[in-house]
């Protein structure tokens, strides 16, 4: 299994260095998991976590499902949604990298 990457710790630095957490986040597979989702819904991040494709999705969806399997069916569900679509799809904006990997 491989080890999950934590996003809290990128998340706070941001709210460090910008003055608060961002309203909504886009992050890959390596960041996709329990305590990244619990993280983000706990601190009113709108999170877009990709989940792997080699994950078995068919049995997220099916009842009873455990609160791990709920909160990765909540991220597979975002992406298909109109404002899930436009998020995932779009490219950053140069307003959103500016400043970083600058050295002062």
Known sequence: MTARIPLDYGLERM???CGAL???AT???G???EANMA???AQGV???LAIRKSENLGALGQLPMTRAQEARWRMHQKPTTPEGRAICRSPPS???LRGTNTRR
Do not use: G, L, M, V
Request: proline fraction near 10%; charged fraction near 25%.
């Open 46 to 48: 709108d999170a877009y």
């Open 27 to 29: 992050a890959d597979n």
């Open 94 to 96: 140069p307003a959103s």
């Open 15 to 17: 709210r460090h260095n």
């Open 31 to 33: 960041y996709q998991s």
């Open 22 to 24: 961002p309203t909504k």
């Open 39 to 41: 993280y983000c819904e």
